[in-house]
């Protein structure tokens, strides 16, 4: 058995309140490198909070509406966080639900959404200008589905597949709805005449950019290729030269021992 971890303190948990309250559930990453609560939780990980929030929601599913009505000191000290507060609350709300009544029978894995709805709710949900990264995306959803074991596997091949569609678009790691703004607007005829241009100059300086970067990479790759290549044959000429020396330096081991015999036989020799 291995060692087991160590328990939660009062203020680790108040400091997991107090996270989720501030950048909401599913964010633990970025709660574990806010400068307010890493102190606090720096022996714990991603899996240890979102385990523990899961506790704690199942464990005191009334107790989070209730932290909804507080002192009125820590709703001002915390304005902007009430809202998350309120939606992290109403999450694991239907968490306990599914805690209670356990998705085993057919019926019940019908009303699980497909794939594709989950991770368009999931994107509309967070509105991260810059795109979602997968452990968000699985955190909302694991927070209101309840989800295979190999599901981190089959939604990034299936957001992968998105972004070939062109339904998604991807932004370093993170994903975001492609085109979301112009899909729900019906321009008029002039804003047809004025913003496809901008849009399609973009993508052109996207493409000589991919394109200079990829010039760049080959120059690099083709000029350590050169490199390893006269450095191998140096090498080679060098096991060459050692080589050459210990067949002449055999070949005189040879004379000299057969001068060594015959001069032990008594016989003369004449060196020229």
Known sequence: MGNQKQKWTAEEEEALKAGVAKHGAGKWKNILIDSEFAPKLANRSNVDLKDKWRNMGASHGQ?????????KAKATASSAAAPKTQNSCTVFS???????NPPHSPQETKNVPKYNTMIFEALSSLKDPSGSDIGAIVGFIEQKYEV???????LSSKLRKLVLQGKLEKVLQ???????????????????DV???PSQQSSFTISDETVE????????WIAEAEN???????ALKESERVSQMAEDADTMHTLCKELFERCSRGEYILMD
């Open 195 to 197: 913003r496809p241009r």
């Open 174 to 192: 993170c994903y975001k709805i492609k085109d979301a703004s112009l899909g729900t607007k019906t321009p008029s005829p002039k804003q047809k």
């Open 63 to 71: 107790g989070c509406r209730d932290n909804s009505v507080t002192p």
């Open 148 to 154: 295979p074991q190999n599901f981190r596997r089959l």
């Open 94 to 100: 239907s968490k306990e639900k599914a805690n209670e």
């Open 213 to 220: 970067d990829a010039a760049r990479s080959a120059a690099q």
């Open 228 to 234: 390893k290549a006269f450095v191998t044959a140096e």
